[in-house]
Nanobody
Framework: VQLVESGGGLVQHGGSVRLSCAASGRTFRSYAMGWFRQAPGKEREFVAAISWSGCSTYYADSVKGRFTISRDNAKNTVSLQMNSLKPEDTAVYYC???????????????WGQGTQVTVSS
């Protein structure tokens, strides 16, 4: 299974960025997908998840109302639209896949290499 993230970069406080993740090597539409992030010196934390069908989405309280997760099963991609960004959103963002979905790290098995998002104040 291969997950490749793209779309990170430097953005100003209040700005927007869209992350994408291309998946291969697994029946994409059968698995939930998630985004986690890890800031320097901190543990990796849950950001958002989406069910295999796309009908159910879950968000960390810290990003609810600002971030939107979506997926395109025809293209084997999952995206994370990030709006109203804050300096505390600065982190490496990881795409991941899960047979069951959820918000715990141990519910996810395959991970991408991560993409850096830096929000300037």
């Amino acid at each position: 299974v291969q997950l490749v993230e793209s779309g990170g970069g430097l953005v100003q406080h209040g700005g927007s960025v869209r992350l994408s993740c291309a998946a291969s090597g697994r029946t994409f539409r059968s698995y939930a997908m998630g985004w986690f992030r890890q800031a320097p010196g901190k543990e990796r934390e849950f950001v958002a998840a989406i069910s295999w069908s796309g009908c159910s989405t879950y968000y960390a309280d810290s990003v609810k109302g600002r971030f939107t997760i979506s997926r395109d099963n025809a293209k084997n991609t999952v995206s994370l639209q990030m709006n109203s960004l804050k300096p505390e959103d600065t982190a490496v963002y990881y795409c991941t896949t899960s047979a069951s979905g959820g918000i715990r790290l141990d519910e996810y098995d395959y991970w991408g290499q991560g993409t850096q998002v830096t929000v300037s104040s």
